[in-house]
């Protein structure tokens, strides 16, 4: 790190004049804003405050947003903290395709016609953003990935932690070796294997002359509940601006006509208990899925897994696949975010994705051989021990205390 006071004085490294502003994307379902974006409206506002204050700047917070009547939406997205909303309201972006997205967004991260409605002072030089959000859901997650290609400059994916930072940098290949200083650094932070792990993640200009090239925007997708978002300030002020989207015949490949979502197949919010296995299973897969299952019939549970099984990673029985091992039971960003009353973790670590999807649940027990597994952070009881041992004495006592009947009376 280097001091603050200097900041200023710094030549960022960056190409400080062809960057320029925050832009936020925004993903609309059938009319609705999708919480996420609010959320990351909220971080993009706390990040620009602190950008504005430390840099003595005035670059903003931008909302884009696509699609077919979306104006109305515009305003709500200035009282969750925007500064500036840029729309592009058009029958042809009425459902999201990715390839006509990604145009649209491409072409409004570099309009200077935008740029000069919103700052007539950074006009002249601008280039493009100088940072991006998108949120890291199926949406999110595929767009990100296009959008920067034509941008041509990186991204971090899965990120649930920002800071902006003045960082000294030496590496063989951005800077040739040299300690370099690199100014209003976009540190992204990222969870790593299973959560054990928070990678940190910087998207860099090559100072090396002899493969000199900038890589702006610092973009990022964000994890869905990763921040909080403001609360909704009716008086804040914003501008709007609309985009007009022009297409040629190549961008409208790919129409879409109609679309119907189908029911969860499913349904654990009729559950008080869930119960959710994961890798843990992995020395007598089988075995354990009985062990589970009894323990859910006992219960009146519904079933639940972590990601990785949905990968059918364990050779089993294809009865057992086909009903278990299925995206509709994942748990997490992945999958569902559930509010069962009692939630039990069974061979679960507890990564952050999975812990999205199951955080809200009244009261959470793990069983786990690891006591340090980040899943002990998020649980009321932690058995300490193999489900093997775990699962059999635990079934025995709840056949003790609880008659089948009381079973019935399991769903919410
Ligand atoms: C973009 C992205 C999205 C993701 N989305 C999701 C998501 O929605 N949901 C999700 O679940 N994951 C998601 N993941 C994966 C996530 O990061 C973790 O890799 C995954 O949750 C780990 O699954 P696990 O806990 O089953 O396995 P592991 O992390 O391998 O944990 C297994 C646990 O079992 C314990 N154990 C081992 N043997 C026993 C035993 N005999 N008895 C009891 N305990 C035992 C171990 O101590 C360990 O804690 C996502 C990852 C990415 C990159």
Request: proline share 5%.
């Amino acid at each position: 790190m280097i001091e603050n006071k200097k900041l200023s004085d710094l030549e960022d490294g960056n190409n400080s004049n062809s960057y320029h502003h925050m832009l936020v994307i925004i993903e609309v379902v059938d009319g609705v804003v999708l919480p996420v974006n609010y959320e990351m409206l909220g971080e993009a506002r706390r990040l620009m405050d602190f950008f504005n204050k430390q840099y003595n700047s005035n670059e903003k917070v931008i909302a884009v947003v696509l699609g077919q009547n979306i104006k109305d939406l515009c305003n709500e997205l200035i009282n969750y903290g925007a500064d500036v909303v840029v729309y592009a309201d058009d029958p042809n972006l009425r459902y999201m395709v990715n390839q006509t997205s990604t145009k649209v967004i491409s072409s409004i991260a570099m309009d200077k016609d935008i740029i000069s409605k919103i700052s007539p002072d950074f006009v002249n030089h601008y280039k493009k953003p100088r940072y991006m959000f998108f949120a890291a859901d199926s949406i999110g997650r595929h767009l990100s990935a296009t959008v920067l290609a034509e941008l041509d400059s990186g991204l971090a994916s899965d990120v649930n932690k920002l800071e902006i930072s003045d960082l000294e940098i030496k590496h063989q290949h951005k800077t040739k070796g040299n300690a370099l200083k690199y100014g209003k650094v976009l540190e992204m932070y990222r969870p790593d294997f299973s959560g054990f792990l928070w990678t940190t993640i910087l998207c860099l200009d090559n100072k090396n002359p002899e493969i000199r090239r900038d890589f702006h925007p610092q973009a990022c997708s964000i994890i869905p509940g990763a921040f909080a978002p403001l609360e909704p300030d009716p008086k804040r002020k914003g501008q709007l601006i609309e985009f007009t989207p022009k297409f040629d015949k190549k961008d409208l490949k790919i129409k879409v006509l109609n679309r119907s979502i189908d029911k969860d197949k499913i349904d654990f919010d009729s559950f008080k208990i869930v119960i959710s296995f994961g890798k843990g299973i992995k020395e007598f897969p089988e075995d354990n899925i009985k062990l589970i299952e009894t323990l859910s019939k006992l219960t009146g549970a519904e079933i639940g897994i972590s990601l990785p099984l949905s990968k059918k990673i364990f050779k089993l029985d294809e009865k057992i696949n086909s009903k278990y091992m299925i995206p509709g039971r994942v748990i997490g960003t992945s999958g569902r975010k559930i509010t069962p009353k009692i939630y039990i973790a069974i061979g679960i670590s507890g990564a952050i994705q999975h812990i999205e999807g199951m955080k809200e649940a009244e009261f959470v027990i793990a069983i786990n051989t690891d006591e340090n597994a980040p899943i002990i952070n998020e649980c009321d009881i932690f058995i300490k021990g193999k489900m093997e041992d775990v699962l059999p004495v635990l079934i025995e006592e709840i056949k003790r205390i609880i008659s089948p009947l009381e079973v019935q009376a399991k769903r919410k």
